[in-house]
């Protein structure tokens, strides 16, 4: 068989191409960024919804998730904890 006939797997292999691997130095500054408040929800919005790396895309869609998971979270635990105080002192107002 002829070399120049051969065929490598690259050749006809039609699958997306592969992203640059973010380095060391990227993740820092990313999460460098991500320790500045309110900075950090605007730039999630951004790396998350712009046309950046895929990898850096994925990483802020999920925080974002989970930032909205505790955020609910932490809003109904804080009216249960509420609507459970303002009866214990209603209650300890009416024994008076």
Known sequence: M????MQSPQDYYAGPEMEPVMGVGQWLVTLLVMS???VNIV???VWGFGGGNQTRAN???AYLIWFVIFT?????LSMLFGA????AITSSMGSL
């Open 43 to 45: 730039m999630l919005f």
């Open 59 to 61: 990483y802020c869609k």
């Open 36 to 38: 500045i408040p309110c």
């Open 72 to 76: 609910v979270l932490t809003l109904v």
């Open 84 to 87: 459970a105080m303002s009866a």
């Open 2 to 5: 002829d070399e120049k006939n």
